[in-house]
């Protein structure tokens, strides 16, 4: 009835349905069963943001699929299309991931689909474009680790989780890409910005020590600014000389540098 845009049902309709009319006011899903002045039953949407059962529209994954190839093809999504989901909804304007989806001026037969915002795709992640160190430091503050999971690691094994969590929020991140430097840790973009990773407990060895203030100068000769050393330890480990004289030597450079600290 409410995607037949019917707003009100007699209370006979009500019966045939065997629906109890005793009961002045009755919620089924996200409709909104309300008995009037007349006699009669006024049918409402509880939440404009759910479909019919009251599940929340931006997450349907159908929905989405469809949006994104509707957007890729240039075409407008039709009423009837939500409808089919089981999607009715008064709002003229939705947002679902990085879409808007506009009927103001469509005159109720479809709405047009908008990126939100143009530095993300149309999976809602960063493009190689909009790579800065900035939005790398927001996503690595989003990562946490305690210090008994890192103690157990060996530096792939943070890189793999690294990873992970990279591409969540980036299009494109590579692992143990080929510089013209060397292996260099993480990739993010076309070869846009360098990561290179060191766990503090290894900075003791001086040798592994000694090789990551030299990569320092490689990788930024290569990548410029769009070069960030991190290191992951504990607050005790941050302490240790080597660990502070790799952190002098990114600080005299200008190096983007972030110490992952696991409690």
């Known amino acids: ?42 049918l409402s949407i509880k939440n404009d943001l ?14 989405i699929q469809i949006i994104k190839a509707h957007y890729e093809n240039k075409k407008n999504l039709k009423f009837q299309e939500l409808h089919n989901l089981n999607i009715w909804t008064p709002k003229t304007n939705i947002k679902i991931g990085n879409f808007v989806i506009d009927s103001f001026l469509s005159l109720n037969s479809s709405y047009t689909i908008e990126l939100i915002d ?41 890189n793999k989780l690294l990873e992970d969590h990279f591409k969540l929020y980036f299009a494109t991140v590579k692992k ?51 070069f960030m050393m991190v290191i992951a330890g504990s607050t005790d480990e941050k302490k240790e000389k080597s660990v502070q004289d790799l952190i002098k030597k990114l600080k005299e450079t200008n190096t983007s540098y972030y110490y992952m600290e696991a409690h």
């Open 118 to 158: 143009k530095n993300k795709n149309v999976d809602n992640l960063w493009i190689d474009k909009a790579i800065n160190s900035d939005r790398i430091f927001s996503v690595i503050n989003l990562f946490n680790i305690s210090k008994s999971e890192l103690d157990k690691m060996k530096e792939l094994d943070l």
């Open 176 to 226: 143990g890409g080929t510089s013209n430097k060397g292996l260099i840790d993480l990739i993010l973009g076309d070869n846009v910005f360098g990561i290179e990773l060191k766990l503090a407990r290894e900075l003791k060895n001086t040798g592994k020590a000694f090789l990551a203030i030299g990569q320092i100068d490689h990788y930024k000769e290569e990548f410029k600014n769009n």
């Open 1 to 42: 009835m409410m995607i037949s845009r019917k707003t009100t049902v007699s209370r006979n309709v009500l019966k045939s349905l065997d629906i109890d009319t005793s009961n002045s006011t009755q919620e089924f899903g996200n409709i909104l069963l309300k008995k009037d002045f007349f006699g009669d039953w006024s």
């Open 50 to 63: 759910n479909d019919l059962d009251g599940n929340p529209i931006s997450e349907n994954k159908k929905l």
